[in-house]
């Protein structure tokens, strides 16, 4: 049984709200996306999530929204790392990344 969390969400986040939930449609369509449309959708979210303050509303949304969180944490993986993916995966891509630099350089 799954539980649904409601997140109350002020109006200054409406626009940040909107565009996670496209961004989530564009992500688990099983239709062709058009990929100047993906980029404009990334595009306006990236200047969103640059410009909203990071408070527990922002957080909540973030792991509510998958693909806007990996967003998030690719914008600031040169500051945190990937801090809100799961430490298995992120493991597992460190690990990929190294096997495939010692394929590389052999």
């Known amino acids: 049984m799954s539980t649904i969390t409601r997140i109350e969400v002020p109006p200054r986040l409406t626009v940040l709200l909107t565009l996670a939930q496209l961004l989530e449609r564009l992500e688990h369509s099983n239709k062709p996306i058009h990929a100047e449309q993906y980029r404009s ?3 306006h979210l ?8 990071h408070d527990e ?4 949304l973030l792991s509510a929204f ?3 969180s990996q967003l998030h944490e690719n914008m600031n993986y040169d500051k945190a790392g990937l801090c809100r993916s799961p430490l298995s995966a992120s493991l597992a ?3 990929q990344a190294r096997a495939a630099l010692v394929r ?3």
């Open 93 to 95: 891509a460190e690990a």
């Open 66 to 68: 998958p693909a806007m």
């Open 104 to 106: 590389a350089a052999t």
């Open 57 to 60: 509303t922002f957080r909540q």
């Open 41 to 43: 959708v990334v595009q």
């Open 46 to 53: 990236v200047k969103e999530l640059e410009s909203v303050d």
